[in-house]
């Protein structure tokens, strides 16, 4: 038997759903018994010469100096960051993540030791490797974040399906199903569902969540569909009618023929946009067949792409996630988010309507605006560069994105301020 029937066996049999997803790729790979095999194999010999790392020959690094001061870790620490990571991540990091990720989630629903990667684009560039591929429709509301297309669409040739992800200004909860309305019956799709959201700074309310819930679920009962939960924005939620819970969780073994998938990590999560911390977990209890299975699939992309992910950083985030406050750091920031996002609110409320309206938003990082007919969001970006000193993204056909997060509270009102001025300019020509 190859290594390749070794690994389909326990995925087809655990999920006729996820084999029949898998893309030509996600099929063919297999972690090789190379390098990084062969010194796992060896960890602890008196007489380790597997691997091509400087060490004085007892397992610690060669350090520079000049590096090792620079990372003012305490030895093992700092031992660990100047060594090569595993492919899978550094094991204490994973625990210590999936604990992090666990949090008043039900002992009962399974998860996955969460496999690190280099950021959440990594995460969802290895998705993309195994669901993706040529013609594969990958569903995601829209408007959505547009770096989607690059690692689907461009990288792998997926086709990018879309609904729209609000109608008449509210939040549609069954864009996805609408989305995948034309595509054939049991035809292998991928959903995104990235909530809270990015451009649209949305986490559905209970009824929301319930109705996307059971659309997705009707879904499944058409085809194979894994479900994507791009978790980026995990936790900043600033409305209680809003429950904060990844939907990851809800979906577990709810269906057969439904999957999810959940990436998320340190970058928005802690704080950590230069650490390029990212996870990828499956459904799967960590000891499973499958979940060993995937791992190994897992572990051969990111071997062939970036070798192994960044240990500096891992040990960097296995300490905070191991100081014993961590979580009221986390909350701090939240609050601190929580405070602009009213102050936001308060200020869009007195924007003219006939210039452009604000979508429903609660959480993440952003509002999202609908500009009024005959208004261009790119004139109108250029417009607030060139005369208003302000900067905001603009997202065709019709909307501007605010970044709440990356300006101060007292600053968000003259922000709205100039961008209602710079529409009504664009009105008056
Ligand atoms: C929705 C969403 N997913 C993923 C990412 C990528 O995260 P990372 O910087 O960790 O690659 C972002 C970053 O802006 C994002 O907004």
């Not at 060669?62 to 620490?77: D, G, R, T």
């Not at 989630?105 to 959440?120: I, W, Y």
């Not at 999957?259 to 704080?271: A, H, M």
């Not at 299975?293 to 792409?305: I, Y």
Request: proline residues 8%; charged residues 20%.
């Amino acid at each position: 038997m190859t290594e390749l029937d070794r690994l389909r066996e326990p995925i087809a049999d655990a999920s006729p759903a996820l084999w029949a997803a898998l893309s030509p790729l996600g099929r063919r790979v297999a972690f090789p018994p190379d390098i990084p095999f062969q010194a796992a194999e060896a960890r602890g010999m008196r007489y380790n010469g597997t691997i091509g790392q400087i060490t004085d020959g007892a397992g610690r690094p060669l350090a520079l100096p000049a590096v090792a001061e620079a990372l003012a870790l305490e030895q093992a620490a700092s031992d660990r960051a100047l060594l090569y990571s595993p492919v899978q991540g550094i094991l204490e990091v994973r625990a210590a993540w999936r604990r992090w990720q666990r949090r008043g989630v039900d002992r009962a629903l399974p998860s996955s030791q969460p496999l690190v990667t280099v950021g959440l684009t990594h995460g969802l560039a290895l998705a993309a490797d195994l669901f993706g591929g040529e013609g594969r429709a990958i569903v995601v509301p829209a408007p959505f974040w547009g770096n989607y297309r690059q690692t689907f669409g461009v990288r792998t040739g997926a086709r990018i399906v879309t609904a729209p992800a609000y109608r008449d200004g509210t939040y549609n909860p069954l864009a996805i199903p609408e989305a995948l309305a034309g595509e054939p019956a049991g035809a292998p799709a991928v959903a995104i569902l990235n909530l809270p959201s990015n451009p649209g700074g949305y986490m559905p309310t209970t009824s929301e969540r319930s109705a996307l819930l059971t659309g997705l679920l009707a879904e499944a009962e058409r085809r194979p569909l894994v479900v994507l939960c791009d978790d980026a924005y995990a936790g900043l939620v600033y409305e209680a009618e809003a429950p904060a819970r990844s939907l990851f969780w809800d979906l577990i073994g709810r269906h057969p023929q439904l999957v999810p998938v959940k990436i998320d990590g340190g970058t928005k999560e802690f704080s950590f946009f230069g650490g390029r911390v990212g996870f990828l977990t499956f459904p799967f209890e960590p000891a499973s067949k499958i979940a060993q299975a995937l791992e190994s699939k897992v572990k051969c992309l990111v071997r062939a792409v970036v070798g192994s992910p960044v240990a500096t950083s891992q040990v960097l985030l296995h300490q905070a996630l191991m100081a014993p406050d961590v979580e009221e750091q986390v909350e701090a920031v939240r609050r601190r988010l929580g405070r602009r996002y009213l102050v936001l609110r308060e200020a869009l409320q007195s924007v003219d309507s006939g210039l452009m309206r604000p979508l429903p938003f609660n959480a993440g990082c952003f509002a999202l605006l609908e500009l009024a007919s005959g208004l261009d969001p790119e004139a109108l970006r250029q417009r607030l560069l060139a005369r208003h000193d302000t900067g905001v993204i603009s997202i065709q056909p019709s909307y501007v994105r605010i970044a709440f997060c990356s300006v101060k509270a007292d600053d968000l009102p003259e922000l709205v301020e100039r961008l209602a001025r710079g529409a009504r300019e664009g009105r008056v020509r």
